[in-house]
Each structure stands twice: as structure tokens, then as C-alpha cells.
């Protein structure tokens, strides 16, 4: 079993940055399964959006949200088992609920709970 905790969301306002962590925990032999790490997001009224993926191993990154090219960067830090989301240039546009996944062909896919973005004009 896996638990992904995110934190870091709150109230900013456009322009402004936040950064959020998803802290990973669990059985290690499960931890050392995981592939990749993703960044979701989920506004209301709309379906879940995938926004960038990160390699467990290799660090490669893979953006998948034109929206957020360039002013979002996934990042990992292997020794403190935490997948980060720095998000800069925020628009309100961005307001929605924020999710880490992780994904290993050994084992299930993992949802952290998440954790809310607002961006205010």
C-alpha cells in the first residue's frame, strides 16, 4: 500500500505562485514500484485534467497540459519521497482541486486525497 498526501493549495491571487507537495508513503517494496508520478487537476464542473508526469527513475518530465507549459514544473525528490508541483504566472483559470498519482506496472495506481487552488483576480 501507498499513501499520497498533498499539501500547499490555498488563496492567491493571479500572478502569484504556489508550490505543492505530495508527500509519499508506505510499504518501500511498493515505493520502489512506482514509475511515474502525475499532477492532475479538477475544476468544477469539469472532468479530472492531466497535467505533467515525472519518471520515478530516470527525473524525465512529460507535459501534457498546453495550459500549463512553461509556467508549471513537476519536480521529485527521491530522499524526502516528495513529488512537488511549482506553479507560477497562476491565472484564475487554475482554480480547481489539485491531485498526485502515482502508477507502477507492479502495482495499483494511487490517488492522494487532494488539495484545493484558488487563484482570485
Known amino acids: 500500500q501507498v499513501q499520497l498526501v498533498e499539501s500547499g493549495g490555498g488563496l492567491v491571487q493571479t500572478g502569484e505562485s504556489l508550490r505543492l507537495s505530495c508527500a509519499v508513503s508506505?510499504?518501500?517494496?511498493?515505493?520502489?514500484?512506482?514509475?511515474?508520478y502525475r499532477w492532475y487537476r479538477q475544476a468544477p464542473g469539469k472532468q479530472r485534467e492531466l497535467l505533467q508526469s515525472?519518471?520515478?527513475?530516470?527525473?524525465?518530465?512529460?507535459n501534457h497540459a498546453d495550459s500549463v507549459k512553461d509556467r508549471f514544473t513537476i519536480s521529485r525528490d527521491s530522499a524526502k519521497n516528495t513529488v512537488y508541483l511549482q506553479m507560477n504566472s497562476l491565472k484564475t483559470e487554475d482554480t480547481a482541486v489539485y491531485y498526485c498519482?502515482?502508477?507502477?506496472?507492479?502495482?495499483?495506481?494511487?490517488w492522494g486525497q487532494g488539495t484545493q487552488v484558488t487563484v482570485s483576480s
Open positions: 498519482y502515482a502508477w507502477g506496472r507492479m502495482i495499483r495506481n494511487y
Open positions: 508506505g510499504a518501500a517494496a511498493d515505493i520502489d514500484h512506482i514509475e511515474w
Open positions: 515525472i519518471s520515478s527513475g530516470s527525473g524525465m518530465i512529460t
